[in-house]
Nanobody
Framework: QVQLVESGGGLVQAGGSLRLSCAASGRTFMGWFRQAPGKERDFVAAISRSGGSTYYADSVKGRFTISRDNAKNTSYLQMNSLKPEDTAVYYC???????????????????WGQGTQVTVSS
């Protein structure tokens, strides 16, 4: 069982920055997703267990950076140049199983954080 605790959401003006954190109870493959009202939960970014591989949705490439501190079992999502369309509830997710998987698919992850609201005003 992996527990995830998120923090760092808030209200920011367009062009601003926020950093989200996700503390996990073990070392796992970790991802970030977001869900706007009335929309599906979409992939944002993911990072391998070692931190050596990272993956991004096209919509956030060049603006968001995912990283992790394995000593703290914590993943971070640094969000820069935020836009109003980035407004959503952001969820971190963890995968502990091995085998092939689609890192951008919600079904790949067995554990989810509680979500944190990010609101970007124009």
């Amino acid at each position: 069982q992996v527990q995830l605790v998120e923090s760092g959401g808030g209200l920011v003006q367009a062009g601003g920055s926020l950093r989200l954190s996700c503390a996990a109870s073990g070392r796992t493959f970790m991802g970030w997703f977001r869900q706007a009202p009335g929309k599906e939960r979409d992939f944002v970014a993911a990072i391998s267990r070692s931190g050596g591989s990272t993956y991004y949705a096209d919509s956030v490439k060049g603006r968001f950076t995912i990283s992790r501190d394995n000593a703290k079992n914590t993943s971070y999502l640094q969000m820069n140049s935020l836009k109003p369309e980035d407004t959503a509830v952001y969820y971190c997710a963890a995968r502990s199983r091995g085998g092939p998987f689609d890192y951008a698919g919600v079904e790949a992850y067995g554990y989810w954080g509680q979500g944190t609201q990010v609101t970007v005003s124009s």
